[in-house]
């Protein structure tokens, strides 16, 4: 069965630090690999994804994510935090057994960016 | 730029009751989906409907659910008779081909049983 996890419940970080989300992921074959976002009471946004081609992505609001295939990781990342980057991250993959493009989503880590 | 767009925003209803939700998914798109994510917890895949019918629907999909296309731009999820654990948020999402990887949300239903 495909799935991804992401360890960390929360991260904290101070404004102006650098800050990692981590996910790793499990899935056969080459994974298809997407973050999203969530603000509080809203919708789910999308940020970047992973297809294929080079390992690291960039995404919306100076996010940028890293493939890594040997540790199965994608790990979410910005070398600038910001306050207002303060919400919910889902990493997700594409499950590929079947042809409905469903997403798979981790449990979502909590960035907490402190002034 | 185009969106999906959810009604209502917060839905509340009595046990047993029928609720309808509606979804207006972009208007090129081809795959549309319903999630939900009940508070604290994970989105989990409800339904998939392509070409007018369901290719794929979760274990969490039983027969109190449907979903309809009724006129070429809504697309609705209907749950006939709501128990207490669907209270959750549901989110409509749709895909403009397979070769578009990137499903767009729209900002949720939240539904509360009481």
């Known amino acids: 069965a495909q799935s991804v996890a992401q360890p960390e419940d929360q991260v904290n970080v101070a404004e102006g630090n650098p800050l990692t989300v981590k996910c790793t992921y499990s899935?056969?074959?080459?994974?298809?690999l997407f973050w999203y976002v969530q603000y509080p009471n809203r919708g789910l946004q999308f940020l970047l994804k992973?297809?294929?081609?080079?390992?690291l992505v960039k995404g919306s609001y100076g996010f940028e994510a890293e493939f890594n295939k040997s540790q199965t990781s994608f790990h979410l990342k910005k070398p600038s935090a910001l306050v207002s980057d303060s919400a919910l991250y889902f990493c997700?993959?594409?499950?590929?057994?079947?042809?409905?493009?469903?997403?798979?989503f981790g449990t979502g880590t909590l960035l907490a960016v402190q002034p | 730029e185009p969106e999906v767009t959810q009604t209502p925003s917060h839905q509340v209803t009595q046990m047993g009751q029928e609720v309808i939700l509606r979804c207006v998914p972009i208007s090129n798109h081809l795959y549309f989906y319903w999630y939900r994510q009940i508070l604290g917890q994970k989105v989990e895949f409800l339904v998939s409907f392509y070409n007018n019918e369901i290719s794929e629907k979760s274990e969490i999909f039983d027969d109190q659910f449907s979903v309809e296309r009724p006129d070429g731009s809504n697309f609705t999820l209907k749950i006939r008779s709501t128990k207490l654990e669907d209270s959750a948020m549901y989110f409509c999402a749709s895909l403009r081909d397979r070769g578009y990887n990137e499903q767009f949300f729209g900002p949720g239903t939240r539904l509360t049983v009481l």
């Open positions: 899935v056969s074959g080459n994974p298809y």
């Open positions: 997700a993959v594409r499950d590929r057994s079947g042809a409905t493009n469903k997403l798979i």
């Open positions: 992973y297809i294929t081609g080079d390992n």
